[in-house]
């Protein structure tokens, strides 16, 4: 086993966080109970504001970034896990709270892991990573609260060509569902179609301030965006239907008002998909498996090296990365 390896370490520079390569070694892990040896991770928005340092991501320093894995059990100290299972982890803290995945290997709670489904390899699943698993979830809870039929009204997915926005559209086409993509780059339409998108909206649309209650138009959608851009959806969504929101990409404030739930019986899902349940995620992960078309996953995802996450930092916190961008931890 490698005595030292190549990590991405979130630490604290002129006062503020920023991500800088440093050397590890296994005996500087965290004592948990899975040793795991890591073959990709993911870069997501979070991820790259850690890194650039423009957002206090990690809550302790020095902090290993990187909030997804997919690898194999080297060592466990749980009956769960043996070494050679291959397995996935989303969430749980990594790279907030906890140590996460830029790096060769990693150790981890047993509770966190789930095992990889046979459908995808362990890059299919980090080209799904969080977002597509967020995705997954915002689906899940539309579905469950019953607003949305395929073929009937539309479905409005926001931030639609990056990571959540990309899946989202798929997984809504492939249960025949009519989907509207809000997107400010019209480069991305011809992706966005093919992923299964039928209708697009401009992005600057929804990001000006509106009434309270709008036109009614959605029959139910998947924000990832926040803010004004919320605000306008809820108050176009129809009666008794529902957005399920998950980011937070144009801003953590909600300048909306009361009026769309107590007139309209709109309802606002959140989605964490952080600390959700292990059934919440087998049964998102079983969604990926049967309904994320493969041509598509490799249509919206490129392998990047770990060691251009630095740029590739920059680039998704400016809205330069479209799809999903795998980390292979090794390079």
């Known amino acids: 086993m490698t005595e030292t390896f190549t990590a991405m370490v979130i630490d604290t520079v002129d006062g503020k966080p920023k991500g800088a390569f440093r050397q590890l070694s296994i005996a500087d892990l965290p004592d ?6 890591i073959a990709y991770s993911t870069l997501n928005y979070k991820d790259g504001l850690a890194i650039s340092g423009k957002g206090r991501i990690a809550r302790r320093m020095p902090m290993v970034g990187g909030i997804d894995l997919s690898g194999t059990v080297i ?12 397995v996935v982890l989303n969430g749980w803290g990594l790279s907030e709270t906890e140590w996460g995945a830029y790096g060769r290997y990693q150790r981890v709670k047993s509770e966190w892991l789930i095992p990889l489904p046979e459908a995808f390899s362990l890059q299919q699943a980090m080209a799904i990573g969080t977002a597509g698993y967020t995705a997954a979830l915002c689906v899940d809870a539309l579905e469950k609260w019953g607003s949305i039929k395929p073929g009937e009204g539309e479905v409005l997915v926001t931030g639609a060509a990056g ?40 992005r600057a649309t929804l990001a000006e301030k509106g009434g309270p209650l709008q036109r009614e138009r959605w ?18 969504t129809v009666h008794g239907c529902a957005i399920a929101c998950c980011g937070l ?9 009361v ?10 899902i959140g989605i964490d998909s952080v600390i959700a349940t292990r059934q919440q995620r087998l049964s998102a992960w079983a969604r990926l498996a049967r309904d994320m078309d493969k041509g598509k996953l490799d249509s ?32």
């Open 259 to 268: 009026l769309p739930h107590i007139l309209r019986a709109v309802t606002l």
């Open 75 to 86: 060592e466990s100290r749980s009956l769960e896990w043996k070494p050679g299972d291959k």
């Open 32 to 37: 948990n109970d899975v040793l795991v040896e």
């Open 219 to 236: 029959t139910g959608g998947i924000d990832s965006v926040g803010s004004t851009t919320l605000a306008n959806a809820l108050s176009q």
């Open 300 to 331: 919206m995802t490129t392998v990047e090296p770990m060691s251009k996450l630095p740029q590739l930092a920059e680039d998704i916190v400016a809205g330069k990365i479209r799809g999903r961008a795998v980390i292979d931890v090794n390079g």
């Open 249 to 257: 990409a144009g801003g953590a404030d909600l300048p909306a008002t």
């Open 163 to 202: 990571g959540v926005g990309s899946v989202a559209i798929a997984l809504l086409a492939a249960r025949g569902y009519n989907v509207t993509a809000s997107t400010g780059r019209p480069e991305t339409h011809d992706y966005l179609a093919f992923l299964g998108a039928t209708t697009f909206i401009d």
